[in-house]
């Protein structure tokens, strides 16, 4: 089945090669159209290699066709010639408003989805703390209530589960903005979920780091799903638990970001082009890398150093930013 891409790829191939047509000599068409249709087939075909289909609604993308359309009318009168080269101007900045637009709406698109992400990351955060809170003197009772009829060990053992319980939420929110306390215990949620082990090690709050929440729980949000999605594929593979750390230190005036999982054995070729090129992946299944470019993307807009290690069955990225606000 031909993709959507393909179909508007071929259509501006055709509607631009009408106005190439137009500023050709006359001569035989092995000669002039012959080559022309050539160039311009590896022309927008370059195109559609570096730019990906524009993604408007069919309306605003009929609007445009429409209008590309009724741009080669005059073409076909007698005595337009000298409107060729305008024609085809108008064109080329027809197309490149309907590919800057898709730019700007996707982008805007994809930070609207962040935010709703964020945002139910965040009332999930504060519900299970104020629903900690809420039942804190309830739990005191009933510790209380096996005390006085001396059931020490039961006593002990309620508290320990509960301590268990407070510490995995005080992991993620300890200093914490509200936006990456969120993700972090959107994460970490999603990793005992999976049976992993997860580990938060950090001298300071990830809050501190010099960048803006937006960025920042991009950053976390990739780097910890990556780790969290190879360590279940190495959990499921070897039936053992798999493990997910992260550390966040400050050292000789710098950030240091330091996440480790369990990881299948990746190919050399692979693991050559990881953070290197957009489309590699070490996942199975419908990945498309797009979350090492983010992270890869976000260190180079802060001056960030950016490095990874895979020894035996472990996989380490370890980001380093100035400390410099």
């Known amino acids: 089945?031909?993709?959507?891409?393909?179909?508007?790829?071929?259509?501006?191939?055709?509607?631009?090669?009408?106005?190439?047509?137009?500023?050709?000599?006359?001569?035989?068409?092995?000669?002039?159209?012959?080559?022309?249709?050539?160039?311009?087939?590896?022309?927008?075909?370059?195109?559609?290699?570096?730019?990906?289909?524009?993604?408007?609604?069919?309306?605003?993308?009929?609007?445009?066709?429409?209008?590309?359309?009724?741009?080669?009318?005059?073409?076909?009168?007698?005595?337009?010639?000298?409107?060729?080269?305008?024609?085809?101007?108008?064109?080329?900045?027809?197309?490149?408003?309907?590919?800057?637009?898709?730019?700007?709406?996707?982008?805007?698109?994809?930070?609207?989805?962040?935010?709703?992400?964020?945002?139910?990351?965040?009332?999930?955060t504060f519900r299970i703390v104020r629903s900690e809170r809420h039942d804190f003197l309830k739990h005191i009772s009933a510790i209380h209530y096996m005390l006085d009829h001396r059931e020490a060990e039961k006593a002990k053992e309620y508290l320990d589960d509960l301590v268990d319980g407070y510490e995995r939420t005080n992991l993620s929110i300890k200093g914490e903005r509200g936006s990456i306390a969120g993700i972090l215990h959107q994460m970490y949620r999603e990793a005992s979920s999976a049976g992993l082990n997860i580990v938060y090690d950090t001298d300071l709050p990830l809050s501190t780091m010099p960048m803006t929440d937006k960025e920042l729980v991009a950053l976390l949000g990739n780097l910890l799903s990556n780790s969290i999605d190879a360590a279940v594929e190495w959990q499921e593979d070897t039936g053992e638990q798999g493990s997910v750390t992260l550390q966040f230190h400050k050292r000789s005036g710098l950030y240091i970001l330091k996440v480790e999982n369990h990881s299948r054995t990746i190919p050399g070729p692979i693991l050559d082009q990881i953070y290197q090129q957009e489309g590699i992946t070490t996942k199975s299944g419908n990945h498309h890398g797009l979350g090492t470019k983010v992270i890869k993307d976000i260190v180079k807009d802060y001056n960030g150093f950016l490095d990874f290690i895979h020894r035996g069955q472990r996989f380490e990225t370890k980001l380093k930013f100035p400390a410099i606000h």
């Open 1 to 124: 089945m031909m993709k959507k891409s393909h179909i508007h790829w071929g259509i501006i191939a055709i509607l631009a090669f009408i106005h190439i047509q137009g500023l050709l000599p006359a001569s035989h068409w092995i000669k002039t159209e012959l080559p022309a249709a050539i160039l311009t087939v590896a022309f927008i075909y370059w195109v559609a290699r570096k730019q990906p289909a524009p993604s408007l609604c069919y309306q605003l993308n009929g609007a445009f066709y429409i209008i590309q359309i009724l741009l080669i009318v005059p073409r076909f009168n007698p005595g337009s010639g000298y409107w060729n080269i305008p024609l085809l101007m108008g064109f080329i900045a027809l197309e490149w408003i309907r590919m800057n637009t898709s730019r700007v709406l996707s982008g805007l698109l994809n930070e609207k989805d962040g935010f709703e992400k964020e945002r139910s990351h965040m009332n999930e």
